[in-house]
């Protein structure tokens, strides 16, 4: 039987609301689409992620070029050196991957109050023989 595979989320469980907090904060304090990608939000997780981590490296190449450069030249560079472009991209991207994983993470908090957790049958099963 051949099988494929699909890039589209798989079904989701919901979420209960002390779960979706600690996705909040893995989001906004961790990495940004940590937390979405853990909830089974895995499409807007890694994007997230790929966007904090890119800024993260565009704002670090920048920030590694402007100190070598004023270790090179002896002096501040009052311009912010040659790379000042892609620093600011890179506080960019991360900002808006910051911004999108608080829109999610909301989401997910919403979500948590409007469905309850579902229970296993057999959870329910055994409490109910005891």
Excluded: E
């Excluded at 992620?49 to 004023?70: D, N, P, Q, Y």
């Excluded at 911004?99 to 993470?105: E, N, R, V």
Aim: net charge positive; charged share 10%.
């Amino acid at each position: 039987m051949p099988t494929t595979t699909s890039s589209v989320d798989p079904p989701r469980q919901p979420l209960d609301r002390n779960a979706a907090q600690v996705y909040l904060w893995l989001n906004l304090l961790a990495l940004p689409g940590l937390g979405s990608f853990l909830a089974g939000r895995r499409l807007a997780g890694v994007a997230q992620a790929t966007l904090s981590l890119s800024g993260l490296g565009l704002t670090s190449w920048w920030f590694f070029s402007f100190i070598a450069a004023c270790l090179r030249m002896q002096s501040f560079a009052a311009d912010g050196g040659q790379h000042l472009g892609l620093g600011l991209l890179g506080v960019a991207l991360f900002v808006v991957a910051w911004l999108w994983a608080l829109g999610t993470s909301f989401r997910m908090l919403r979500d948590a109050q409007v469905q309850p957790p579902r229970t296993d049958a057999k959870q329910t099963n055994q409490q109910h023989s005891r």
